[in-house]
């Protein structure tokens, strides 16, 4: 197991290795927070008229934040995004087929009826999901990402040579990292 000082010195040699000035991210998918992490507490909306309310406007805004601090989520914090929602496996593909959301993506072509079954999802559902800087993870990640350019994406790619290059939905490369142990990148 990994301690804070190696998650430190993993996240210096990325950034200094990638080229890149953004910090990378840890995400831990746990029963429960851990211990003296600190809750996301943002205000939560009132509820769409699909009944979807979240703490942010999709799961993957999570990230954005959690590149200067350390914090934990809990499942309905993620409500507003169905698409995150059944990728992070806090719902079904059944629970959310009916959303807004969802209407809105399939029917401006942006993701197709025929790869919805086929979006990599997280297998068991959280009970907490971590987010925060790499080098100050308290716990072992699950994932670790990193936002790049094009430019460092081909770094990536000469690093790693079977990386996956993927499109949409953005948020599935979570999935499959965790799942799968596959390195991936969204691209789109």
Not at 4 to 13: I, P
Not at 72 to 92: A, R, W, Y
Not at 159 to 174: E, R, T
Request: charged share 20%; net charge negative.
């Amino acid at each position: 197991m990994a301690t804070t000082e190696d998650w430190a010195g993993l996240s210096q040699r990325l950034m200094s290795s990638v080229g890149t000035d953004v910090p990378p991210i840890a995400i831990t998918f746990s029963d429960a927070p851990p211990d003296g992490v600190d809750a996301f507490d943002d205000p939560m909306p009132p509820p769409l008229e699909d009944g979807r309310t979240g703490r942010v406007s999709a799961g993957c805004v999570f990230w954005m934040k959690s590149t200067d601090r350390t914090f934990s989520t809990m499942p309905e914090d993620h409500g507003n995004c169905s698409v995150g929602s059944l990728t992070h496996g806090i719902k079904t593909l059944e629970e959310v087929a009916g959303n807004s959301d969802v209407a809105t993506v399939l029917e401006c072509g942006w993701v197709t009826m025929d790869v919805v079954p086929l979006i990599p999802t997280i297998s068991e559902k959280p009970g907490a999901i971590t987010y925060g800087p790499l080098s100050d993870t308290p716990v072992d990640p699950d994932v670790v990402m990193l936002r790049v350019t094009g430019r460092q994406l081909m770094v990536l790619s000469d690093a790693l040579p079977d990386l996956s290059l993927q499109g949409k939905p953005q948020c599935h490369i979570v999935a499959m990292a965790k799942e799968h142990g596959v390195a991936a990148a969204s691209v789109g």
